[in-house]
T-cell receptor, first 113, second 116 residues
Framework: GNSVTQMEGPVTLSEEAFLTINCTYT??????LFWYVQYPGEGLQLLLK?????DKGSNKGFEATYRKETTSFHLEKGSVQVSDSAVYFC????????????FGQGTELSVKP | GAGVSQSPSNKVTEKGKDVELRCDPI?????LYWYRQSLGQGLEFLIY????????KSGLPSDRFSAERTGGSVSTLTIQRTQQEDSAVYLC??????????????FGQGTRLTVV
């Protein structure tokens, strides 16, 4: 079945460091891919998405490119801020599997000043 | 309202009691999900409703858990004979199923369930 695997956390970075959170997926067809973020004490919200191969999703300085050849959707940011400290979830949705959202296990990011 | 609404926001119950958690999805959204998030853990899928299709119940952890969605809108998650390990935040989300799959899911704030 479909699945999503994220790099394990927690990830601790200094402010202005470069961030990469790896995400790879297994799917039978052509899923849509998502990154969700959960800030401390808040609900989950969509950070960015990509619906087809080679699409790049971007928001708030974060980017992720849908790579079909490597089945990956790595999240990157060039310069993190303390306010980026949160848990990040990679997810996929595939139409011919009923469209159900499948999440990775989440990666906790802590940014120190 | 404009977002996904869950109630109650907090629930403390005694072990062995039944609880009902409610979710009001965004109007017009065809898909509705229930997830569970334990302290420091990821998202555990529970159940998925999509339109008039039979729900995907593959994530329900035991037969003490059940959910229904009435009229394609409001959903209720019921936990019977609650146990301490049921303590968690229960999240509901809804989305719209387009031609290429589901659009982004919008999450509620969750119900924090504590079984004492």
């Amino acid at each position: 079945g479909n699945s999503v695997t994220q790099m394990e956390g927690p990830v601790t970075l200094s402010e202005e460091a470069f961030l990469t959170i790896n995400c790879t997926y297994t799917a039978t067809g052509y899923p849509s891919l998502f990154w969700y973020v959960q800030y401390p004490g808040e609900g989950l919200q969509l950070l960015l998405k990509a619906t087809k191969a080679d699409d790049k999703g971007s928001n708030k300085g974060f980017e992720a490119t849908y790579r079909k050849e490597t089945t990956s959707f790595h999240l990157e940011k060039g310069s993190v801020q303390v306010s980026d400290s949160a848990v990040y979830f990679c997810a996929l949705s595939e139409f011919n599997q009923g469209g159900k959202l499948i999440f990775g296990q989440g990666t906790e990011l802590s940014v120190k000043p | 309202g404009a977002g996904v609404s869950q109630s109650p926001s907090n629930k403390v119950t005694e072990k062995g009691k039944d609880v009902e958690l409610r979710c009001d999805p965004i109007s017009g959204h065809t898909a509705l999900y229930w997830y569970r998030q334990s302290l420091g853990q990821g998202l555990e899928f529970l159940i998925y409703f999509q339109g008039n299709s039979a729900p995907d119940k593959s994530g329900l952890p035991s037969d003490r858990f059940s959910a229904e969605r009435t009229g394609g809108s409001v959903s209720t998650l019921t936990i019977q004979r609650t146990q301490q390990e049921d303590s968690a935040v229960y999240l509901c989300a809804s989305s719209f199923m387009g031609g290429r799959g589901n659009t982004e899911a919008f999450f509620g704030q969750g119900t924090r369930l504590t079984v004492v």
